[in-house]
Nanobody
Framework: QVQLAESGGGLVQAGGSLRLSCAAS????????VAWFRQAPGKEREFVAA????????YYTDSVKGRFTISRDDAKNTVYLQMNNLQLEDTAVYYC????????????????????WGQGTQVTVSS
């Protein structure tokens, strides 16, 4: 069992940047594949980015490619989401999620493959 805690959300103007953190309660966080999802008001929770254990291979949804970067620091049991050039449509609650299962690439964007979820952090982008 692992507990996840997101932080780093806030209010930012369009074009600005934020870095979200997902801190894990276990020192074995290096053994987890981790993803970021987001949920805007009235919309379904959607995949943003994922990073594999061991290889640190990364995956992104098309709308954030070139603007967001997911990374991990296993020594700190933390996964980050650096978000640059934020746009109004990036406004959402951002959640991190983790699984120990090595799903195929096409599965990493699916909510139901993740076993553990954080409580979320609000990101609001203003014009």
């Amino acid at each position: 069992q692992v507990q996840l805690a997101e932080s780093g959300g806030g209010l930012v103007q369009a074009g600005g940047s934020l870095r979200l953190s997902c801190a894990a309660s276990r020192r074995t966080f290096s053994g987890y594949n981790v993803a970021w999802f987001r949920q805007a008001p009235g919309k379904e929770r959607e995949f943003v980015a994922a990073i594999r254990r061991r290889t640190s291979a990364t995956y992104y949804t098309d709308s954030v490619k070139g603007r967001f970067t997911i990374s991990r620091d296993d020594a700190k049991n933390t996964v980050y989401l650096q978000m640059n050039n934020l746009q109004l449509e990036d406004t959402a609650v951002y959640y991190c999620a983790a699984t120990m299962t090595d799903w195929g690439d096409s599965y990493l964007s699916r909510r139901n493959v993740y076993d553990y979820w954080g409580q979320g952090t609000q990101v609001t982008v203003s014009s």
